[in-house]
T-cell receptor, first 115, second 115 residues
Framework: DTGVSQNPRHKITKRGQNVTFRCDPI?????LYWYRQTLGQGPEFLTY????????KSRLLSDRFSAERPKGSFSTLEIQRTEQGDSAMYLC?????????????FGPGTRLTVL | AQSVTQLDSQVPVFEEAPVELRCNYS??????LFWYVQYPNQGLQLLLK??????LVKGINGFEAEFNKSQTSFHLRKPSVHISDTAEYFC?????????????FGDGTTLTVKP
């Protein structure tokens, strides 16, 4: 069990550029979640997948945001035409849904700074 | 919908003193309850969880929490804190349902342990 990994750990970009983040979950986990955390606040839910199916998207997820999990393993989160308000820590978590228990294991996050 | 209120944004305490971090929640349905810890520039680590059964839950690092359904609270306690407990602590809830994946977090409490 190597844990949830996220790449890159830090990303600095200019406003208007596109960025893509990757999350590799714990290998046997079938659920994968994306959260966004801004300074001084708790994580806010963005979206989650069960295997390759995207089951829920937050209203926070504007049209500029898209997430995929093509083979039910790793996931990517893309932000198009970044804005300064997108600056945040993007957290990925994974879990194994089993008998009603669904403990989420978090990765270290990707910190995005939009200049 | 669920919401979480962490009643103290900052809690300073001296080493070896007891501490309580307060969490209240609001939900129209039954929920699971969690406490996470976040160290600087790291992801969230699960401290403890309440799923069902005994309302007193013990977690890692000597922490415990008590679920109080009538007061809709889930306060975190530790009888004697260490310098290494300095971190951000988040309370979270999730609907009591296998298909309800997302967690709702509070805004966090910064625990600072002073020598």
């Amino acid at each position: 069990d190597t844990g949830v990994s996220q790449n890159p750990r830090h990303k600095i970009t200019k406003r208007g550029q596109n960025v893509t983040f990757r999350c590799d979950p714990i290998s046997e986990h079938n659920r994968l979640y994306w959260y966004r955390q801004t300074l001084g606040q708790g994580p806010e839910f963005l979206t989650y997948f069960q295997n390759e199916a995207q089951l829920e998207k937050s209203r926070l997820l504007s049209d500029r945001f898209s997430a995929e999990r093509p083979k039910g393993s790793f996931s990517t989160l893309e932000i198009q035409r970044t804005e300064q308000g997108d600056s945040a820590m993007y957290l990925c978590a994974s879990s194994l849904i089993s008998a009603g228990r669904d403990e989420q294991f978090f990765g270290p996050g990707t910190r995005l700074t939009v200049l | 919908a669920q919401s979480v209120t962490q009643l103290d944004s900052q809690v300073p305490v001296f080493e070896e003193a007891p501490v309580e971090l307060r969490c209240n929640y609001s939900s129209s349905v039954s929920v699971y309850l969690f406490w996470y810890v976040q160290y600087p520039n790291q992801g969230l680590q699960l401290l403890l969880k309440y799923l069902s059964g005994s309302t007193l839950v013990k977690g890692i690092n000597g922490f415990e929490a008590e679920f109080n359904k009538s007061q809709t609270s889930f306060h975190l306690r530790k009888p004697s804190v260490h310098i290494s407990d300095t971190a951000e602590y988040f309370c979270a809830v999730r609907r009591y349902n296998t298909n309800a994946g997302k967690s709702t977090f509070g805004d966090g409490t910064t625990l600072t342990v002073k020598p």
